[in-house]
């Protein structure tokens, strides 16, 4: 199975600072067939269901703020938030999606306002 | 508007069955494939199991292969999360969610509010 591995496990920024979200894939999500990586990032707050941000390692779900962003490097996923509010508090998870299941999720990145 | 509700989570004593269910509404149902997601208390999210649209493709997570057993009626837009010989390690709050097509592989687009299993004696 495909491992993820985010880092940090958790992270404290300050409001309108930068927030960024690692996420190393144990092998490539890259269908070179149609250049897309195969991973997800996900936004879960406390007592609400999980919430798609990022689809293709760098689109944005609809209706996501621009303020959201993904980025990848080989297996090296990155989810950045370039101006931390206070309603990102929660959650992020990267997810694969490629080939067939299991479609495995990392561990998870708590953020906080510092 | 595409809402997934979950429900059928309730407290199981261990070795026990339960039948999850997940009724979509607001999109072709037919036409989306779905998958199983839960999380256990103070865990991660953890993929359980994806069924593709048409019911003809099935996947489970290694812990569930052999317990649990996904289904859907498409005709009562509903997809199933049958589980036996239930361990207390089962016990989370499981969502349904589906996938951006009819196949794998394919992204999650949609969460349900999820549905709260609790195994214990």
């Known amino acids: 199975d495909i491992v993820l591995t985010q880092s940090p496990d958790s992270l404290a920024v300050s409001l309108g600072e930068r927030a960024s979200i690692t996420c190393k894939s144990s092998q490539s999500l890259l269908y070179t067939s149609n250049n897309k990586n195969y991973l997800a990032w996900i936004q879960h707050k406390a007592g609400q269901p999980p919430k798609p941000l990022i689809f293709w390692a760098s689109s944005r779900e609809s209706g996501v703020p621009d303020r959201f962003s993904g980025s990848v490097s080989g297996t090296d996923f990155t989810l950045t938030i370039s101006s931390l509010q206070a309603e990102d508090v929660a959650v992020y998870y990267c997810?694969?999606?490629?080939?067939?299941?299991?479609?495995?999720f990392g561990q998870g990145t708590r953020l906080e306002i510092k | 508007e595409v809402q997934l509700l979950e429900s059928g989570g309730t407290l199981v004593q261990p070795g026990g069955s339960l039948k999850l269910h997940c009724v979509g509404s607001?999109?072709?149902?037919?036409?989306?494939?779905m998958t199983w997601v839960r999380q256990a208390p103070g865990k991660g999210l953890e993929w359980v199991a994806t069924i593709s649209g048409t019911g003809a493709s099935t996947y489970y997570t290694d812990s569930g292969q052999g317990r649990f057993t996904i289904s859907r009626d498409n005709s009562k837009n509903t997809v199933y999360l049958q589980m036996n010989s239930l361990r207390p390690e089962d016990a989370a709050v499981y969502y349904c969610?589906?996938?951006?097509?009819?196949?794998?592989?394919?992204?999650?687009?949609?969460w349900g509010q999820g549905t709260s299993v609790i195994v214990s004696s």
């Open positions: 607001g999109f072709h149902f037919a036409g989306f494939a």
């Open positions: 997810q694969q999606y490629y080939g067939n299941p299991p479609y495995t």
């Open positions: 969610a589906r996938h951006e097509i009819i196949v794998v592989p394919s992204r999650l687009d949609y």
